[in-house]
């Protein structure tokens, strides 16, 4: 009886995970061909110390799209070498200029990362219900 709930468990998470993945790269592929170039200015620079004690840096940008929308927000880049008043390329949606980010893959990436984990439980736990 264990095994058959831990099949059934690993099935449901490897479809949930699944499905969540394939819905964020629809997502991130959505935003890659909306997306728009802009240099954005470092206003700042958040530090954060992790559990393990690795601090990592997260720049703060601000940028006026060309309609004269100024957004701004904190960069998922964590990379300490940015400090105001440097200047850093990002991609931002039209529709919703706060969603940007410094490379539209990253969210195609993690979507795939997810994917990767979850499809084959996904698929033994379906494959095994039907055999």
């Known amino acids: 009886m264990g095994d058959l709930i831990a099949m059934w468990l690993a099935t449901v998470v490897g479809v949930t995970g699944s499905v969540a993945g ?3 790269i629809r997502s991130e592929i959505g935003f890659k061909r909306r997306c728009v170039h802009i240099d954005a200015e470092v206003v700042g620079v958040r530090e ?3 559990g393990d004690g690795d601090v990592h840096f997260y ?4 940028f006026t799209t060309p309609g004269g929308t100024t957004a701004e927000g904190e960069s998922y880049a964590r990379i300490n070498t940015y400090t ?8 931002y949606d039209p529709r919703d200029p706060e969603n940007f980010n ?3 893959r990253t969210g195609i990436h993690a979507g795939l990362i997810l994917l990767v984990f979850c499809g084959p ?3 033994i736990g379906l494959w095994s219900m039907t055999h």
Do not use: G, Q
């Open 48 to 50: 954060h110390e992790d």
């Open 59 to 62: 720049p703060i940008v601000r």
């Open 121 to 123: 439980p996904a698929v």
């Open 84 to 91: 105001p008043p440097d200047t850093i390329s990002v991609f």
């Open 22 to 24: 394939l819905l964020w």
């Open 102 to 104: 410094e490379d539209p």
